[in-house]
């Protein structure tokens, strides 16, 4: 199985500041399509789970151009450029390219 | 606009088999996608647990081959998954979604316990 390791696994993060995560895998994501499935999850306390992020740097339609994905290979990073009260949870990298799909530990985001 | 929709019991005894049903409004599941179960476990740790494709055929996480069965009814725009021979460790909560998981129910939480 790919192995996604999320560091950190907590974060603390005051309004306005700036956050970063990183996602890495154990083997290239890069599938056969030549495209890249890692996606970034956010789930709220009390909610499911909400795709931001999709094929690494896509945005979903409603997310806040606050929030960005970079990275290529085994290599991802969601950044948020200034952290809003609307953000804290728990954030997984989630990869659709190999079977089984693989989540990362997930890294809790709270508000400082 | 999709909507999915978990359903089943809370609580289920060791041994015994766990059955749940993911209906889905606003799409019809034989048009396309796969259409999965995945489980967060207490604490954070989350796992893919297979999916059904729009044609039916199904592809399972190998850590629970010989004890998951995912299926369908066409006719009521439902999936559903079975877990058999379930232990404590399959408490957690359950979630259906959507292949590129931009589409997740709210998630039913089963705890196994006698």
């Known amino acids: 199985d790919v192995v996604m390791t999320q560091t950190p696994v907590s974060l603390s993060v005051a309004i306005g500041q700036p956050a970063s995560i990183s996602c890495k895998s154990s083997q290239s994501l890069v599938g056969t399509s030549g495209k890249t499935y890692l996606n970034w999850l956010l789930q709220r306390p009390g909610q499911s789970p909400k795709r931001l992020i999709y094929l690494v740097s896509k945005l979903d339609s409603g997310i806040p151009d606050r929030f960005s994905g970079s990275g290529s290979e085994t290599d991802f990073t969601l950044k948020i450029s200034r952290v809003e009260a609307d953000d804290l949870g728990v954030y997984y990298c989630?990869?659709?390219?190999?079977?089984?799909?693989?989540f990362g530990g997930g890294t809790k985001l709270e508000l400082k | 606009e999709i909507q999915l929709q978990e359903s089943g019991p809370g609580l289920v005894k060791p041994s015994q088999s766990l059955s749940l049903t993911c209906s889905v409004t606003?799409?019809?599941?034989?048009?396309?996608?796969?259409w999965s179960w995945i489980r967060k476990f207490p604490g954070n740790k989350m796992e893919w647990m297979g999916y059904?494709?729009?044609?039916?055929?199904?592809n399972y996480n190998p850590s629970l081959k010989s004890r998951i069965s995912i299926t369908r009814d066409t006719s009521k725009n439902q999936f559903f998954l079975q877990l058999n021979s379930v232990t404590t460790e399959d408490t957690a909560t359950y979630y259906c979604a959507r292949w590129g998981f931009g589409y997740w129910g709210q998630g039913v939480m089963v705890t196994v316990s006698s």
């Open positions: 059904i494709s729009y044609s039916g055929s199904t």
């Open positions: 606003g799409y019809t599941i034989t048009s396309g996608y796969d």
């Open positions: 989630l990869q659709g390219t190999h079977f089984p799909w693989t």
